[in-house]
């Protein structure tokens, strides 16, 4: 339900209920006047209904003014001998479309830019129908009783019946008010939810994004380095050494096969969004296992590797593992495209609450902002991945996303080391 339709609502009921309550009204006076008044119907009682009932319709933009405005019409007709039925009930509908309304809202719009701080002092709805009522009633059981000359039966015989029926009808406008409160909480609680879904789509649609871009960066980053490495060796070795060159190219063209695989997997995920993008399976050995695979393809590269483990890795879980895998390959095609050293140590430490990982060089070439403050960050990865800031950036990432630690700066012994300490779940 639109606010717009609450705001209208809110100073007594929608214009249908207004229109209803109005036309009770005007019946109501004029058959009561009839059936058992004293006094004139043309002059006296059809006027007064018609009165009553323009109130009641003026109710819905000025209620507290239209309440007042009916209780002195009801004193004034009743006062001028020109109604003799009723002090409480012809007010009725101005009573209930106060009540049932939020107070003194729709005056504070209209109103409250030049009134605002005395409108503030009005009274809502419930209280301010209530403190009228009770005046009316303690006018009227005056007038009875020292005016009229009726004795103090005959006043509470009169006004009992009125007072509980102005009871009645406060208590049917709270109600009133209630329910459409209830209605109006409901329909904003379905449209924060909605908005709250909507966010959360686009959030974990964001992640998504940035989750295949790191695939992508690591994968094809890491392709074209070996590629690269091992073409260069074939073309230096083809013509003294055709088998090395053989044995280059079977390579690049294993990294090659191993890279379309991965391709495939994530264009699988971009075709199909009803797939669940946690279910993405990559090429086989992109885990753990396939470390020793990377290493090797580093040794082929020219470089010194070596893999250092310690501890169990068959409880750490698949996030983790692919996570420590990538975290392995970016490093070391750092190593082999910018450090410019001759070696390259993998550490990993299988804990039982937190795998670690360390990879460090013994090179130059990643550049003196990688290891400083910047370094740590984003900015680090401008010196070692592939110049655009992707690399180490997209390490820290998978490791944030994992609530772990991450950390890239210099070796204590030359070079550049890469740290990270990811939480495996119990």
Do not use: C
Not at 154 to 166: D, M, Y
Not at 199 to 222: F, N, P
Not at 255 to 269: E, H, K, N
Not at 391 to 419: D, I, N, Q, Y
Request: hydrophobic letters at 50%; zero cysteines.
């Amino acid at each position: 339900m639109s606010e717009e339709r609450f705001r209208g609502e809110r100073s007594g009921g929608t214009g249908a209920v207004r229109v209803a309550a109005a036309a009770v009204t005007a019946v109501a006076v004029v058959t009561a006047e009839a059936l058992a008044g004293d006094g004139p119907l043309l002059v006296g009682a059809v006027p007064y209904a018609l009165g009553l009932a323009v109130l009641v319709l003026a109710a819905g933009r000025w209620p507290h003014a239209a309440l007042l405005a009916s209780v002195q019409t009801v004193i004034a007709f009743r006062g001028a001998g020109m109604s003799d039925v009723g002090w409480i009930w012809p007010a009725s509908a101005a009573y209930f479309l106060v009540a049932a309304g939020d107070g003194a809202g729709a005056v504070r719009d209209e109103a409250g830019k030049r009134f605002g701080p005395l409108l503030r002092r009005v009274p809502r709805g419930l209280p301010f129908a209530v403190a009228v009522g009770v005046f009316q009633v303690l006018f009227a059981a005056n007038w009875e009783r020292y005016v009229a000359g009726l004795g103090g039966r005959e006043v509470v015989a009169e006004l009992g019946a009125e007072t509980l029926w102005l009871a009645l009808v406060l208590a049917a406008a709270t109600a009133w008010r209630n329910g459409r409160n209830w209605r109006r909480e409901e329909a904003a609680g379905r449209e924060r939810a909605a908005r709250e879904r909507a966010a959360e789509a686009r959030r974990r649609a964001e992640a998504e994004r940035l989750r295949i871009a790191r695939e992508l960066h690591d994968v094809v980053a890491h392709t074209l380095t070996v590629v690269g490495v091992q073409l260069r060796v074939a073309v230096e070795a083809l013509d003294d050494e055709p088998a090395e060159a053989r044995a280059a190219l079977r390579t690049a063209q294993e990294v090659r096969a191993s890279a379309v695989a991965d391709l495939r997997a994530l264009i699988g995920v971009l075709r199909d969004p009803g797939e669940d993008p946690g279910g993405m399976e990559l090429a086989p050995g992109r885990g753990l296992d396939g470390v020793a695979d990377l290493v090797e393809g580093v040794r082929a590269a020219g470089l010194r590797a070596a893999v250092e483990t310690e501890g169990d890795p068959a409880g750490v879980p698949a996030p983790v593992a692919l996570a420590v895998y990538r975290i392995v390959q970016e490093s070391l095609t750092n190593a082999v495209r910018h450090s410019g050293g001759t070696r390259v140590d993998v550490r990993l430490r299988y804990g039982p609450e937190a795998v670690r990982v360390e990879i460090a060089d013994d090179g130059t070439g990643i550049g003196v902002g990688a290891g400083a403050g910047a370094g740590a960050g984003a900015g680090a990865g401008e010196g070692g991945a592939d110049g655009g800031g992707h690399g180490v950036a997209g390490m820290r990432e998978r490791v944030s996303v994992l609530g772990g630690e991450f950390a890239f700066g210099p070796g204590e012994h030359g070079g550049h080391t890469v740290r990270a300490v990811i939480p495996v779940p119990s």
